[in-house]
């Protein structure tokens, strides 16, 4: 499968299919200090190749045929789903194949573009980032391509909530040092009021960053900062409470698709695998060959697929 993954137990949506739109390298208009994508190159302008249509949705539209073992279908991609041109074709097909919810991933730096606002109404979630609502923050976390304008963007975040028909869970990725700074935070809740969406979710560096030096903020920071957004924030849930999965059949090329896409520890592997011993196995498999390699990040372990591998 070449554009499909999982379904993955996700921090926020139970079993998600995963529908990467751009899966070949790293595509986005940001270069954000915790992508754990690693360092990429910024475009701004739409890709020069995008995979065709109807090729992923034919993906899905197979797999949803002989499947109903899970929850939503997330359209992501190796970077800003929104940048694939035809991503309002893909969206509006993939609603007409399952009942299941469809769920949009964004950066939001899209969004001041009324196409991209139009094709996301129609969605039942859409999950978009805004890390920081001044320039100086914004420029120092997300380091966007110098055309994207934050005031355009959180214009076009309140704009697409006002006009969209499902939820819009609008996530912050808190940095210490950064972003949980007083005038960066009064900034935030300042852009979250005239943006109003249903759910404020924040999370922290939590796999391994771009940058190393792109630390997580405290546990009790994070809720005192929580306190601060007031009611419709929240933390959002780790991994591992999610629930369990039955056992399947481990192959290599299933965690290495998985692996290629993000980093998860073994922890992770297992429950995404089902609990029993062959995920652990087949991981120091690849480790010893040297087709995964092991990252370390806030006292956990993680696993990632080396390039030339992928
Ligand atoms: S917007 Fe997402 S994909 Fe793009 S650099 Fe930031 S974290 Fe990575």
Known sequence: MKYIFGPVPSRRLGYSLGVDVLPSQKTCNMNCIYCELGRGHKTFSRPSYCPPAEDIIFEVENYCVKNRDFDCVTVTASGEPTLHEDLPTILSNIKKLTSK????????????????????????????????????????????????DIERIIEGLSNLRKTMRGQMWLE???????????????????????????KIQLNTVARPPAESWARPVPSSRLKEICKFFGKSAEIVIDFHTQMQRANKII????????????????????????????????????????????????????FVAINEHV
């Open 172 to 198: 912050i990725l808190l940095v210490s040092g950064m972003n949980d700074t007083t005038k960066e935070l009064y900034a935030l809740k300042d852009a979250l009021s005239r943006i109003a969406p249903h």
């Open 101 to 148: 919810p469809l769920v949009v991933l964004t950066n939001s730096s899209t969004l001041s573009k009324n196409s991209i606002r139009k094709a996301l109404e129609q969605v039942d979630l859409v999950l978009p980032s805004l890390d920081a609502a001044t320039v100086k923050g914004f420029r120092s976390i997300n380091r966007p391509h110098p055309d994207l």
């Open 251 to 302: 192959l290599e090329s299933e965690i290495m698709d998985t692996l290629k896409r993000r980093p998860l520890s073994l922890e992770d592997l297992r429950v995404l695998f089902g609990m029993y011993d062959g995920t652990e196995t087949v991981l120091r498999r690849l480790l010893n060959n040297g087709i995964v390699q092991e990252r370390h990040v806030k006292g956990r372990t993680f």
